[in-house]
Nanobody, 122 residues
Framework: QVQLLESGGGLVQAGGSLRLSCAASGRTFSSYAMGWFRQAPGKEREFVGGISGSGGRTYYADSVKGRFTVSRANAKNTVYLQMNSLKPEDTAVYYC???????????????WGQGTQVTVSS
């Protein structure tokens, strides 16, 4: 089992940048696909980006492609979400996700953090 703790959220102006971090417990971090979802008020939770266990493959939602980057440091048990050119519509609670049994994350993934708020002002 893995526990996830996000950090790095906050308030930023449109066009600015933030980097979220997600620290994972456990000694088999590289065995987990990792990723990020977000949920805005009144909306369904949506996929943002993900990364394979080795870090060799990343994939993104069309809405963030070219602006957001997912990376991981397996030696530090940490995954990151670098967010650039932020827009007000990126405002949401961002959740870190881990999946032990697939090399990608989804809403069905078993492990979720508690979330961190990102607010982008116009």
């Amino acid at each position: 089992q893995v526990q996830l703790l996000e950090s790095g959220g906050g308030l930023v102006q449109a066009g600015g940048s933030l980097r979220l971090s997600c620290a994972a417990s456990g000694r088999t971090f590289s065995s987990y696909a990792m990723g990020w979802f977000r949920q805005a008020p009144g909306k369904e939770r949506e996929f943002v980006g993900g990364i394979s266990g080795s870090g060799g493959r990343t994939y993104y939602a069309d809405s963030v492609k070219g602006r957001f980057t997912v990376s991981r440091a397996n030696a530090k048990n940490t995954v990151y979400l670098q967010m650039n050119s932020l827009k007000p519509e990126d405002t949401a609670v961002y959740y870190c996700v881990a999946d032990r049994y697939q090399d990608y994350v989804s809403l069905a993934s078993a492990y979720w953090g508690q979330g961190t708020q990102v607010t982008v002002s116009s």
